[in-house]
């Protein structure tokens, strides 16, 4: 796979490929919540990682913490490219 489309983040998932998941944000939410820096902050830092694995599935369902997902991210990453943007207003 190498691209997802507009609205792949979106709750009900429609998005995403067969066999996809979301696990659960900072928002407590299982869709991208989108930048929400408050107003008057200084820009804040959104970093956006995607993996390359050497298994087709990490063993966990989309009820796990993210610090799980995380924790099994790591034993099965091969590689990995983040951006980091930044946004304020």
């Known amino acids: 796979m190498t691209e997802l489309p507009a609205g792949a983040g979106s ?27 408050p107003q008057g902050d200084a820009p804040h830092r959104y970093v956006f990682t995607v993996y390359a694995l050497d298994t087709d599935k990490l063993g966990v369902d989309s009820d796990v913490s993210p610090a799980v997902a995380g924790f099994n991210l790591r034993f099965h990453t091969i590689a990995r490219a983040s951006i980091v943007p930044v946004y304020g207003h």
Do not use: E, H, I, Q
């Open 11 to 37: 709750s009900d998932g429609a998005g995403l490929p067969a066999g996809a998941f979301s696990v659960r944000n900072d928002y407590g939410t299982k869709d991208f919540g989108g930048a929400a820096p």
